[in-house]
């Protein structure tokens, strides 16, 4: 088993900046990592994923704003956000996919971006 757990969202307004956190129980160097989004009425989409190697991905949507990053240090996955929008808003959740173990979800945390 692994546990996720997200930390770092809130009310910000339009332009502000946010740094989402994600502490995992396990090495998060050794799967690959991202972070999706889930907006009231719309299915869940990803919006940047990190491999075990560093290779990174981002949704068009965020390119440039956003930015994924993991610390060694205290085996957390982070994900910051610059110029936020209002079409930000959404439940963030952190996700790990181990190689032998799984896929693992965390909890989620939400972000409110007012314009």
């Known amino acids: 088993q692994v546990q996720l757990v997200e930390s770092g969202g809130g009310l910000v307004q339009a332009g502000g900046s946010l740094r989402l956190s994600c502490a995992a129980s396990?090495?998060?160097?050794?799967?690959?990592m991202a972070w999706y989004r889930q907006a009231p009425g719309k299915q869940r989409e990803l919006v940047a994923s990190?491999?075990?190697?560093?290779?990174?991905n981002y949704a068009d949507a965020v390119k440039g704003r956003f930015t994924i990053s993991r610390d060694m240090f205290i085996n957390t996955l982070h994900l910051q956000m610059n110029s936020l929008k209002p079409e930000d808003t959404a439940i963030y959740y952190c996700?790990?996919?181990?190689?032998?173990?799984?896929?693992?979800w965390g909890q989620g945390t939400q972000v409110t971006v007012s314009s």
């Open positions: 996700n790990g996919e181990y190689r032998n173990l799984g896929i693992y």
């Open positions: 396990r090495n998060i160097f050794t799967g690959t």
């Open positions: 990190i491999t075990d190697v560093g290779v990174t």
